[in-house]
């Protein structure tokens, strides 16, 4: 009843910049916190960057000063920005969002499907 679909994933060299997004549509009545986490190979999942619903953020130590998360509360869209990107981001990126639907009166994670962002020279 929900989807969560990323885009904006690829290849960039060190040093360059990338912008993901992530919209959810189905039947949402509500979106709580959206977030940002990603998996490197052979390593477990981690949170990037969370925003609330008033709009404050938190990061991860590694990428604070190089990454910005906003969204876009109309479009029930989220994006990450990232900037000086380093071969160590190299990963999958997932989105995550607390979404209650029309159905339910309490809210549920959700996570998008991946998207892979590689940096590399």
């Known amino acids: 009843q929900v989807q969560l679909v990323e885009s904006g994933g690829g290849l960039v060299q060190p040093g360059g910049s990338l912008i993901v997004s992530c919209a959810a549509s189905?039947?949402?009545?509500?979106?709580?916190?959206m977030g940002w986490y990603r998996q490197a190979p052979g390593k477990q999942r981690e949170l990037v960057a969370a925003?609330?619903?008033?709009?404050?953020?938190n990061y991860a130590d590694s990428v604070k000063g190089r990454f910005t998360i906003s969204r876009d509360s109309a479009k029930n869209t989220w994006y990450l920005k990232m900037n000086s990107l380093k071969p160590e981001d190299t990963a999958v990126y997932y989105c995550?969002?607390?979404?209650?639907?029309?159905?339910?009166?309490?809210?549920?994670?959700?996570w998008g499907q991946g998207t892979q962002v590689t940096v590399s020279s």
């Open positions: 995550n969002a607390r979404i209650r639907t029309y159905t339910t009166s309490y809210f549920s994670d959700y």
């Open positions: 189905g039947s949402i009545f509500s979106i709580n916190a």
């Open positions: 925003i609330a619903p008033g709009g404050s953020t």
